[in-house]
């Protein structure tokens, strides 16, 4: 655990981004600093904090907590799914097989939750009953776990626009994707879930939700990209409270950027 004092000092010294123009064409993510050269992309995890899809801040340590948490979970989950992982040179950095992103984030979630305007619950509070394809039964509360979980796609916007959640069907009707890669990237999306609920359960900590983005490799092959089960991309709470708080009513303890939404 580091101290407010040391985390303090360190505030001189947040990554807010990287110049290295050998390394390769340069794509700059919210919060990822991408290089491509050679069938490798190389991503560099900064500091930044982004919420709805504006960086808000920068935190100490928070690209390498991030990155060291993705790496922790692609070795947990490479026999369920293929990753691009090809090594982990620096605590900030991955080193990645450069795939052609498939432009559908499939967001899998185990509990009703959220407050902003693509969350589950805002969408359910608003009356919202076909999620995604996705039928929701009456007299759900805040926080409630799901018979099992669901799936909720949503569009992989372009540079600077928002994501949108959709359904299977929508997804096929724009023609971005065919349906044996849409079933590919679901099915595997399920099992990941399932795997990181397990994994995270041993610790006392619950994955709510998460997003995975799927990419093809240069063998044509769809594997998971990016980053898996992060703070960015997932929620987590602490298992031990749940159920009381859920019956108080009272917010989930959690361990996710959620505070900053909110
Ligand atoms: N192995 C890979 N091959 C190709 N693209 C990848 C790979 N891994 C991640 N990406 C893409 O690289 C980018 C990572 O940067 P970052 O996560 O900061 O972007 P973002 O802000 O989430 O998304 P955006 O690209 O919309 O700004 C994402 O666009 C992601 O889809
Ligand atoms: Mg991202």
Known sequence: MI?????LAQIPQVLKGTD??????????????????????ILIVTDKLS??????TLIPFKGQVLNQMAQFW????????????????????????????????????GYITGVT???????????????????????????????????????K??????DESVSKQNI????????????????????LYARGVEVAAKQGIILVDTKYEFGKDADGNIILIDEIHTPDSSRFWYADEYEKRFADGTPQKKIDKEYLRE
């Open 3 to 7: 101290s407010t004092e040391d985390l």
């Open 117 to 155: 305007s693509t969350s589950a619950w805002t969408h359910y509070s608003n009356g919202v009953r076909d999620f995604c394809g996705n039928v929701l039964p009456e007299g759900l509360k805040k926080d409630q776990k799901f018979p099992q979980p669901i799936l909720t796609p949503s569009t």
């Open 157 to 162: 916007a372009e540079h600077g626009e928002h």
């Open 74 to 109: 692609f070795e947990q989950t490479k026999d369920v799914m293929g990753n691009h992982v090809i090594e982990f040179p620096d605590p900030n950095v991955v080193v990645a097989k450069e795939c052609t992103a498939l432009p559908v984030e499939m967001v899998v979630r």
């Open 51 to 56: 919420a709805f899809d504006r960086i808000i």
């Open 20 to 41: 290295f123009p050998t390394l390769g064409e340069k794509y700059e993510g919210k919060v990822r600093d991408n290089y491509s050269k050679d069938g490798r992309r």
């Open 172 to 191: 096929l009707d724009r023609g971005v994707i065919t349906e044996a890669e849409f079933d590919e990237m679901a099915d595997a999306a399920m099992k």
